[in-house]
Each structure stands twice: as structure tokens, then as C-alpha cells.
């Protein structure tokens, strides 16, 4: 019987042993062998089935990771899925996987910050060359392209400024150069789109976000395809970057839900969307106007939008765009998003302000808002009274 995913997502993970609906965790640094005869064959096995989930020792993982790994590598429609402690960890993790001293590399512009300052600083120390491209002029990708240049990260949509890109158009780049490409797909998950169909060696999910989707976990997952399987196997052995059981059951229970939520996140936030579309002051920075660049891109690429959006206000009274800020009182003030809640986040200059192609004027304030599972009606009120204070 062919099962949809949504199908499979609450279906999968069961303990068929014991006949329980949720898999156990199972927590070990040190696995027992009958033998030594035992040991060699497990290790025997896993050198031939290496994606088959055979361990002998707890930093490669446990039952209850590789279930999550499976359920992701379907759900990736990848070759193998890695599960790493933090999102970040995947961010890194990608990258370690691939760049050698001497070597550059093509990144988004508009790429989440600690990936920023990890390319842009950290890697420049072991002459590791980064440049930033436009994401709205892949011509600034195209001509940055030498002989050292070996992956280009994309991230999709933009932190904070939420561009989208023309995915074919990058991969069809990467492969007439024959460069890696690497994704970071939080907002979307391979519930909206799925980068490796699309082509790409690499993508990267915060598992912080929609994955667990409570906030009370943290990890990630780089998916990857046969081509940079065993460069990555390599580097996750090297670096130790293991998520651990608890954290895997976690994300393993959000999962059964993505699709629910996801679909919920995406109906409130298109909600929102149209009472602050009305709203002079505020230029959304999100795909809803159809008649925008950024709209086509999305539709192409994606089969919906989740509940992360970004505001760009025009005011010259800047206390006023962060007394409309603080006036919300359903949207909590905090980092990450992608759990159940409605946050809000005023984007300091900080995040924004090494961008190469990004002019922001003075009179213009970014404002991140996450769009949780709350009764949207609510939510609209709630901006409807703190908007009183924009001027
Ligand atoms: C787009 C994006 N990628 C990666 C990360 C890092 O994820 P984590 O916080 O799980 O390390 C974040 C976190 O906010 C993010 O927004």
C-alpha cells in the first residue's frame, strides 16, 4: 500500500518489539558483545551498510537516533540524514565537510548571522576565502566563481530580509563549475520544499524549530546525497557532532505533527499577513503580494510558506516602532521561532548591518514576528492595539 507521508509521519517510530506506541529511548556510551567475534562482525556490517544503523559505541548513535534519521532521510528524499546537538552544528558540520585551507566559497548574502561571522571571520583564519553574493543578482555569484572556489551556501529565504532564490538557476551554476551546494532550509522544512530533488549536495534543517516545534529542544540535520556521503561521514566521526537520545526522541515526537502545524503556522500567518498588508507604514517581507519578484521565486520553488515573517516599518520616530514592539502582548520577545508560540523580535543592526547588498535607511526598522498556533483573530487583535503606538 502506497502511504502518503502525512500517513507515514504518525505511523512510524513504533516499538514493534514491545508493541508500544513510541519507540524507547535508548541512552549508552557502551554497547555489549557477546564476543569479540560479535564486535568484528557489527563493525564488518556497518563498513558495508554504512547508513544501516549498526553501532559499537554511543557517540555513533542509538536505536532511537537512527529512527530519526530514517524518518528524515524519507521525509529528505536523501541519501542519508546526519543529526547533529544544534542547527548550527549542521551549519558547520556542511561546511568542515567540504572546505580545505585555500579554498573559497560563494555564501548568501543574506545568511543567518553566526554563519556569517563562521565564513566571514572564523574560516578566514585558516585562509579560507568567503564572498558574499546577491541573492537577487546571480550574476554577483557567476563572476566570483575561480578555480578555488568549492561550495557555494545558499540560505532560503534570507534571514531577517527573507529573499528568495532561483534555486534551479544556482544548481545549474554550481554544476557547469563542478562546485558543492549547500542549503539552509529551516523555513521551509522538505515539508515545503525539498532541496534534494532540487539538486543540492546538502541541506540543512534547524531541528530547533518546526521539527520539535515545542521549544524545549535543540539539534539539527544535514541531509546529503551519495556524492558527499563519505566526506560527511568522515567529518561527523572527526568532530563528534551527535545529537543525543532524549533530544532525538524530542524531535522524533514534534515530527508526527510537522504537517499539522506547519499547515496551521502557514493559515494564521497568511492571516496576519492580509490585515498588515493594509498598513502604509509596513512593507511585508513575506510571500503574499503577488505581483513580487519574491512571490514568483517562492511559487516556484515551494508548496507553502510557514509561519516566519519579516516587516520592514518606515518611521522616523524610531522609539515608536519599539514601543510598538514591546505593546504586543501574545508575541513573547525572544530568539528562534518555529514552536507553537507567536514571538517578536525587532532586528538589531548587528545581525543586518555587515550585509554587502542590503541599503536599510534610517527611517527603516526590521521587525521579525513568528506566527504561532494561536486563535489568529487573537493575534490580529493584538497587533491592531500595539500598532497605536507606530508613528
Ligand atoms: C536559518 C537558521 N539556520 C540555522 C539556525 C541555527 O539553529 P540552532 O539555533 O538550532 O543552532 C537558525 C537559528 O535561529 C536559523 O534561524
Excluded at 173 to 178: E, Q, R, S
Excluded at 318 to 333: C, D, I, M, P, T
Amino acid at each position: 500500500m502506497v502511504k502518503s507521508f502525512k500517513t507515514f509521519l504518525k505511523h512510524t517510530a513504533k516499538d514493534f518489539h514491545n508493541q508500544s506506541v513510541n519507540p524507547p529511548v535508548v541512552r549508552a556510551s557502551t554497547i555489549i558483545f557477546k564476543s569479540m567475534q560479535h564486535i568484528r562482525k557489527t563493525q564488518v556490517k556497518a563498513r558495508k551498510k554504512p547508513t544501516g544503523g549498526h553501532f559499537d559505541y554511543g557517540r555513533q548513535g542509538t536505536s532511537t537516533t537512527y529512527i530519526l534519521q530514517r524518518i528524515l532521510t524519507k521525509l529528505e528524499e536523501s541519501f542519508h540524514v546526519f543529526t547533529t546537538p544544534t542547527g548550527f552544528g549542521s551549519v558547520f558540520l556542511a561546511i568542515f565537510s567540504v572546505i580545505r585551507p585555500e579554498d573559497e566559497m560563494l555564501v548568501a548574502d543574506p545568511v543567518y548571522s553566526p554563519t556569517r561571522i563562521l565564513t566571514e571571520n572564523y574560516l578566514k583564519e585558516f585562509n579560507v576565502r568567503t564572498v558574499f553574493y546577491n541573492p537577487h543578482d546571480l550574476k554577483t555569484l557567476e563572476k566570483n566563481i575561480t578555480k578555488k572556489t568549492k561550495l557555494i551556501f545558499v540560505e532560503n529565504p534570507g534571514s531577517n530580509t527573507f529573499d528568495f532564490q532561483d534555486l534551479d538557476k544556482i544548481i545549474s551554476i554550481a554544476k557547469k563549475h563542478n562546485i558543492f551546494t549547500a542549503i539552509d532550509n529551516t523555513w521551509g522544512t522538505p515539508y515545503y520544499l525539498k532541496p534534494m530533488k532540487l539538486g543540492f549536495d546538502m541541506s540543512i534543517v534547524s531541528a530547533t524549530k518546526y521539527y520539535s516545534g515545542h521549544s524545549d529542544v535543540m539539534g539539527g540535520s544535514l541531509a546529503v546525497n551519495k556524492k558527499v556521503f563519505n566526506k560527511v561521514k568522515t567529518a561527523e566521526k572527526i568532530t563528534g557532532l551527535r545529537l543525543g537520545p532524549d533530544d532525538a526522541y524530542l524531535i522524533t515526537r514534534g515530527l508526527r505533527t510537522l504537517d499539522v502545524r506547519l499547515d496551521r503556522h502557514s493559515e494564521n500567518a497568511k492571516k496576519v499577513a492580509a490585515f498588515l498588508s493594509k498598513n502604509k507604514k509596513i512593507q511585508l517581507l513575506y510571500p503574499f503580494k503577488k505581483n513580487s519578484e519574491n512571490y514568483r521565486m517562492w511559487k516556484k520553488y515551494y508548496s507553502g510558506a510557514s509561519g516566519l515573517m519579516g516587516l520592514k516599518i518606515k518611521s522616523n520616530n524610531a522609539k515608536s516602532v519599539k514601543k510598538f514592539v514591546n505593546s504586543l502582548k501574545l508575541f513573547g520577545y525572544g530568539y528562534s521561532w518555529g514552536g507553537f508560540e507567536s514571538l517578536v523580535l525587532h532586528q538589531e543592526f548587528r545581525e543586518t548591518g555587515k550585509r554587502k547588498y542590503m541599503n536599510l535607511s534610517k527611517d527603516e526598522h526590521l521587525v521579525r514576528l513568528h506566527i504561532g498556533l494561536e486563535d489568529p483573530k487573537d493575534l490580529i487583535q493584538d497587533i491592531k492595539q500595539a500598532l497605536r503606538y507606530l508613528r
